[in-house]
């Protein structure tokens, strides 16, 4: 079956994004490689300008090719002729992913923070309790000065594949962000494995879900061209999961343990594994093949000891991977200190926050209120919330397999929503899972929108212009126009006005000859 021009097309545009990267994304200071290879002399005057027009044509071109293959998904499904197939897919995947493989790091600095924690850690210091100011150099230099005195959030098993990294590129930093992708790119594999079986598992189309997660410039240049912890997270937490619904228990379980191990924030899924293990033996014991979300025998019907050794097998497998990292690494719980260091971050898309810049506004007029005290209320509230959120989806996903991961889909949107901040790179949590579902038309609509907002709202320097009137209002505006070209095509009627322009000006100017023909023939 011949590959759409669309995907062929989407490895342009991801070839102008990592061109253009290295004049206006986050490219290392004071660093003498840089310099000797005259890096530096994109990102200023000319050179800066240039950059940014190759940047945004590749932006838009990935957009427009990710939408049209939305569209070719969207009109005929996973058997039309025209759709591309999982094979294709795949491939096209790791062909977006590859230019952005060996560019500067875009959108975000965390990378230079993750190898500045570890250099950290290789000098002696404990990096849960040692920000990256106690060792000065390159890669302190190069990442975002904020976090320079706060403490890794990550997981020992992160930290660990971080050590082995400046153990082997010490203060390189250009070698150091390649090895960095290296080490996360079993996270894209892992995914491109376990998306389309678990879409399959469920009734879904895995085409679609390699499109939603893995297709979605947003989050290919994100987690790859960032690159950021996400990636190799996304790929565990997707894979461990697939391996749960497939029967295979133990060792998603284990494969989800590793996943918190990297970040604590793949633990949401864990406690719903244990509805879905119950659901299978419900299934066994009925002999029923299907995943309806029927309870066919009650919990206390299967047995005490089954329902027993089920909770604890969930609960015992993941905690002992955890216990193993942090054995290895001999740093503790150190962790948890780290985890508060997100609070730094300020921005409207959560709503706590949103809600405190909606109460200092509306009473800006009659008293001024500082926004930090304010957050610490709406913070307060939206994490009782969530916790009262994440219990009740739990329990109702007792009902089914298929309840339990809806559900599961939900508990992880509620984080996103609920926590203190969120970043665009966070919501990988949710789209490398959503491919059990099947969403109609406006939810991908909404994603497709919400995916160019993201990536107009947030600049490849690094900073943000959430705050600014215009920009922000031109994101809404290409975001809105992104997701409404998923049904409609040529919703500007641009190529109807140029085609008129075209055939009409012909037209027009063939009269006007055939005229003055008829004026000179006697």
Not at 327 to 340: A, D, E, N, R
Not at 425 to 437: D, M
Request: charged share 10%.
């Amino acid at each position: 079956m011949r590959t759409p021009r669309e995907l062929w097309c989407g490895v342009v545009g991801s070839v102008l994004v990592a061109i253009g990267a290295f004049g206006i994304a986050d490219i290392p200071r004071n660093s003498e490689p840089a310099q000797r290879w005259f890096l530096d002399v994109l990102t200023y005057g000319h050179g800066k300008t240039l950059s940014a027009i190759v940047f945004w044509t590749g932006v838009a071109t990935l957009v427009i090719c990710w939408m049209r293959v939305g569209r070719l998904l969207l009109a005929g499904g996973e058997k039309s002729p025209s759709a591309p197939t999982v094979r294709q897919m795949r491939w096209a995947a790791l062909g977006w992913a590859a230019p952005l493989m060996v560019t500067v790091p875009i959108y975000s600095r965390d990378v230079y923070a993750y190898l500045a924690q570890a250099a950290v850690f290789r000098e002696g210091f404990n990096p849960y309790t040692d920000g990256p100011v106690h060792y000065p150099g390159p890669l302190l230099d190069s990442m975002a000065q904020v976090w320079a005195a706060t403490t890794a959030p990550y997981g020992p098993a992160f930290v660990a594949l971080m050590r082995g990294v400046v153990g082997i590129t010490g203060d390189h930093v250009i070698l150091g962000v390649l090895a960095v992708r290296l080490i996360l790119l079993p996270g894209l594999l892992l995914a491109l494995w376990a998306i389309p079986r678990l879409a399959k598992h469920f009734g879904a189309s895995g085409q679609t879900g390699l499109w939603l997660a893995l297709l979605n410039p947003l989050i290919l240049i994100h987690v790859v061209g960032g690159p950021h912890v996400e990636l190799l997270m996304m790929g565990l937490l997707v894979a461990g999961v697939t391996l749960v619904v497939e029967r295979r228990h133990l060792w998603g379980l284990a494969v989800l343990g590793l996943a918190v191990s990297i970040k604590i924030t793949a633990g949401v899924a864990i406690p719903f594994v244990v509805w879905i293990w119950l659901s299978h033996i419900r299934d066994d014991r009925t002999g029923s093949a299907t995943r309806t979300d029927t309870v066919q025998i009650p919990l206390w019907r299967l047995g005490w000891r089954t329902v027993t050794g089920a909770f604890a097998a969930t609960a015992v497998i993941p905690v002992a991977v955890f216990a193993f990292w942090t054995t290895v690494t001999g740093l503790g719980m150190g962790w948890l200190s780290g985890l508060g260091w997100a609070d730094r971050i300020i921005n409207w898309l959560t709503v706590p926050t949103l809600v405190g810049h909606i109460v200092t506004w509306v009473a800006a007029p009659f008293t001024a209120l500082n926004l930090q005290p304010v957050l610490s209320v709406t913070r307060l509230i939206g994490a009782v919330a969530l916790a009262g959120i994440l219990l009740w989806m739990w329990w109702r996903g007792r009902i089914g397999e298929r309840a339990a991961m809806t559900s599961l889909l939900w508990a992880m949107f509620a984080v996103l929503l609920l926590e203190p901040s969120t970043l665009p790179w966070y919501y990988t949590w949710v789209l490398c899972l959503i491919a059990a579902v099947t969403l109609p038309t406006t939810a991908r609509a909404w994603i497709i929108g919400a995916s160019v907002v993201g990536l107009i709202v947030f600049q490849p320097d690094d900073s943000i212009v959430l705050y600014k009137p215009v920009e922000l209002v031109l994101a809404f505006a290409l975001g809105a126009l992104a997701g409404w070209s998923l049904q409609h095509r040529d919703p500007l009627r641009l190529g109807g006005a140029a085609r008129w322009g075209w055939y009409g000006s012909s037209t027009r100017q063939d009269a006007e000859s055939a005229g003055a023909e008829s004026v000179r023939t006697p």
